[in-house]
């Protein structure tokens, strides 16, 4: 069976200072893993994806995530905050169970960016 | 605003009660999820329908949840007999059919978020 942990449950970060967000996995097979963000009232946002190919995937709205294999991780990152960031962040892989494609997440990690 | 929409978007009802919530996909994806997501935790997968077939029902957390999509379009997710720790939001989300990688991208409705009283 597969999992997610986002060991951080907030990340606080200074307004144009470089973020990082984490996400280990574990799964059997081949890992598709994801980013999503949620605003509030608000539903999930896709940000990016990692199926296959180059490792460093890039994404929506300056984010991009660094897919490694030998450390099982896939860590959301982005060079410069902005305030408008701040929002919970999910990581998910492809549920390896149901043969849906549905997508298994984690717990959230709360991001703030602090002017 | 062609994204998915959800209807409505808060439901108050009383315990015991049935509930019935609506997901309108987007219109040229076949496949339709429905998820709930609880306080602090992330969304939980309940079932999946590729066009009117639900293909994936097993995650459904009782049978008083249920889920149609007769017509391949819109679907609904019932739940019957309301108890208040089915106080949640519940998240629709659809996607491509096929293998391609685009297919793999869910896009999610705003959710439904349902306080049972």
């Known amino acids: 069976a597969q999992s997610v942990a986002q060991p951080e449950d907030q990340v606080n970060v200074a307004e144009g200072n470089p973020l990082t967000v984490k996400c280990t996995y574990s799964?059997?097979?081949?890992?598709?893993l994801f980013w999503y963000v949620q605003y509030p009232n608000r539903g999930l946002q896709f940000l990016l994806k990692?199926?296959?190919?180059?490792?460093l995937v890039k994404g929506s709205y300056g984010f991009e995530a660094e897919f490694n294999k030998s450390q099982t991780s896939f860590h959301l990152k982005k060079p410069s905050a902005l305030v408008s960031d701040s929002a919970l962040y999910f990581c998910?892989?492809?549920?390896?169970?149901?043969?849906?494609?549905?997508?298994?997440f984690g717990t959230g990690t709360r991001l703030t960016v602090i002017p | 605003d062609t994204g998915v929409s959800q209807d409505p978007r808060h439901k108050i009802t009383k315990r015991g009660q049935n509930v019935t919530f609506r997901c309108d996909p987007i219109?040229?994806?076949?496949?339709l999820y429905w998820y709930r997501q609880t306080l602090g935790q992330g969304p939980e997968f309940l079932t999946y329908?590729?066009?009117?077939?639900?293909?994936?029902k097993s995650r459904l957390l009782s049978d008083r949840f249920s889920a149609e999509r007769p017509k391949g379009s819109f679907s609904t997710l019932e739940i019957q007999r309301t108890e208040q720790g089915d106080s949640a939001m519940y998240l629709c989300?659809?996607?491509?059919?096929?293998?391609?990688?685009?297919?793999?991208?869910?896009?999610f409705g705003p959710g439904t978020r349902l306080t049972v009283t």
């Open positions: 989300a659809s996607s491509l059919t096929g293998t391609g990688p685009k297919s793999y991208e869910q896009y």
């Open positions: 799964v059997s097979g081949n890992p598709y």
């Open positions: 990692y199926i296959t190919g180059d490792n």
């Open positions: 998910a892989v492809r549920d390896d169970q149901t043969g849906a494609n549905n997508l298994f």
């Open positions: 219109s040229e994806h076949n496949r």
């Open positions: 329908f590729q066009n009117e077939a639900q293909l994936e």
